[in-house]
């Protein structure tokens, strides 16, 4: 593909119809999104993440979760993540809340925002609730038990402040925006959580990478990690026991897809913003 967008580049290798939701809305909306975000005013910012599976978190979501994290930190904003203990220490050095199903209650949530008053919501790869209240992963199994409601975090705090998501599925928050198209075309069973500015994504680490391209393209500031920075935080979340999330075994992959196109994207949206500065 000529002259492809960061858009495009980050729905490449599709397997789980995000390219079919982004041809029935044809719109760029990861620039959409980081052109939005460029307004907000600099302080905390809530990243929310963390996906279970079979004991443990997977490894898509938290690479993009960490990596937005330190370019947040680094462009003068306060990156928070919120998360629960299946990503214990996943986060060195960056300001992390671990929420569990007891804190969860909405004068417990309401509480976090008082205390930390975040400018903004992002969620990446985080499961949120479906039109019957449960949480569901890609095999249409509960994960509600251990899933604490951290999406309700997310919703409380869009109602006075932008919110931005991530999903490569459909049964992450955010994905509840495309919730019509992705129950009735790709047969799933969608989240229901909207957000103010949706990013669709083959795999949604790569939705993070592309955000942090656009912000690299406008800003005029270098920020994109090295494959070598990501292999190296990847190796070290497997390592606490992070698993991929489609095959279930602990091991350095992510969405069971060959590692070799993680280069591929980087190198890609490397390209993108070089032939667009």
């Known amino acids: 593909m000529l002259n492809k967008?960061?858009?495009?580049?980050?729905?490449?290798?599709s397997s789980r119809g995000m390219d079919k939701i982004q041809k029935e809305f044809n719109v760029q909306h990861c620039k959409n999104a980081c052109n939005?975000?460029?307004?907000?005013?600099?302080?905390?910012?809530?990243?929310?993440?963390?996906?279970?599976?079979?004991?443990?978190?997977?490894?898509?979501?938290?690479?993009?979760?960490?990596?937005l994290a330190k370019t947040l930190n680094t462009l003068g904003y306060t990156a928070i993540i919120i998360t629960d203990e299946f990503c214990k220490n996943f986060f060195p050095n960056i300001k992390t809340l671990y929420l569990t199903h007891k804190d969860c209650k909405e004068e417990s949530l309401l509480n976090i925002l008082k205390e930390y008053s975040p400018v903004c919501h992002f969620s990446i790869e985080r499961c949120g609730r479906n039109i019957n209240n449960d949480y569901m992963n890609s095999r249409k199994i509960s994960i509600a038990e251990f899933t604490p409601a951290v999406d309700l975090l997310f919703s409380l705090g869009n109602k006075t402040k932008k919110s931005f998501a991530i999903g490569d599925g459909g049964n992450e928050i955010g994905m509840g925006n495309f919730k019509n198209f992705i129950k009735e075309s790709l047969k799933q069973e969608p989240?229901?959580?909207?957000?103010?500015?949706?990013?669709?994504?083959?795999?949604?680490?790569?939705?993070?990478?592309?955000?942090?391209?656009?912000?690299?393209?406008?800003?005029?500031?270098?920020?994109?990690?090295?494959?070598?920075?990501?292999?190296?935080?990847?190796?070290?979340?497997?390592?606490?026991?992070?698993?991929?999330?489609?095959?279930?075994?602990?091991?350095?992959?992510?969405?069971?897809?060959?590692?070799?196109?993680?280069?591929?994207?980087?190198?890609?949206?490397?390209e993108n913003i070089k032939n667009n500065l």
Request: include cysteine.
């Open 5 to 13: 967008t960061i858009d495009d580049i980050i729905l490449q290798y």
């Open 36 to 67: 939005e975000f460029i307004k907000i005013e600099k302080g905390n910012v809530f990243i929310y993440t963390g996906f279970y599976v079979k004991g443990y978190a997977e490894t898509d979501g938290p690479i993009g979760a960490y990596f």
């Open 191 to 270: 989240c229901i959580v909207e957000c103010d500015f949706p990013i669709i994504a083959s795999v949604s680490n790569w939705g993070a990478y592309g955000f942090i391209a656009y912000l690299e393209k406008t800003l005029k500031t270098k920020l994109l990690a090295s494959i070598k920075d990501i292999e190296s935080y990847l190796e070290y979340i497997v390592s606490l026991g992070a698993v991929d999330g489609i095959t279930g075994k602990n091991e350095a992959t992510v969405d069971g897809k060959e590692w070799k196109l993680e280069d591929i994207i980087l190198n890609d949206l490397k």
